[in-house]
């Protein structure tokens, strides 16, 4: 009983400093982004974010280009960037639906979220054990009234570093 209680409390240790080490890199001030999973199926791997409008106004998005680097040292890009290898990456509709979203603009209501699936079909490396990097481009000022805002270098990014793979 007694190894069984320590085993457990390792156990949970060990998962919560896995989950310490993602970080989230999020460039708007009225959005709160969350890594949620990521779990790979044979040769496709599905990455869920929840973005949530904390401003006190309905919002829109526009989500962009994808790039993800795993720690075998693949890169998966978003197939309007430069598509790579046998992967093909983009964001789709629903957790239930892979079919690839036809907008990238995106209504989110005062106080509620929006999840996001990007998913990479096949070809998705069966050794990698996590994604170091992912980086998803994030204009966040769409509403009607306001005008865009990107940099001179680019839009602004969601990164997302160090998070587990999950097979199932």
Known sequence: ???????????????????????????????????????????????????????????????????????????????????????????????TDNSPLRSSEISIPEGTFYRVRIMISGGFDKYAAEIKLLKLDFVWDLNTNARIRIRPSGPDQIEVRNFPIIRE
């Open 1 to 95: 009983m007694k190894q069984q209680i320590i085993l457990t409390v390792c156990g949970f240790m060990m998962a919560t400093t896995a989950l310490t080490q993602v970080t989230v890199k999020n460039p708007s001030p009225n959005h709160n982004v969350e890594f949620r999973r990521c779990i790979q199926t044979d040769d496709n791997a599905f990455i869920d974010l929840m973005i949530t409008n904390t401003s006190n106004e309905d919002t829109k998005i526009r989500l962009g280009a994808i790039e993800i680097y795993d720690d075998e040292g693949n890169l998966y890009k978003d197939t309007r960037i430069g598509h790579t290898g046998p992967a093909k990456v983009f964001i789709v509709t629903s957790t």
